[in-house]
């Protein structure tokens, strides 16, 4: 995770920079980010993430439970999700069986 925050001429805004991978506990990550936003109450924050939940909000197919808890965690801290709908995925898994082409 990396925080940067810049000074406008207006104000402050902090950008976040984090990523959880599908096999670590994306609680650790959320308390992280918490504690950055709580450390800043009056400045304007941008969060850009790759928490690996899936959930239909930000146009998966389906939720997991991870999905539900960055959900769940967006909602309590009044975070906007500003991604596009049906934008291209950054990553697909396929899966090779052996003996198909």
Known sequence: MVALKIQTSSFPITIISAYSSPAQNVHTTLQEIQEIISSLP???IIIGAD???????????SNNNRGKDIL?????????????????PTFREITVLAGQT
């Open 72 to 88: 769940d965690f967006t909602l309590a801290n009044n975070l906007n999700i500003i991604n596009k709908p049906y934008t291209l």
């Open 51 to 61: 928490l690996n939940g899936h959930n239909t909000l930000w146009d998966y197919r």
């Open 42 to 44: 009056e400045e304007k």
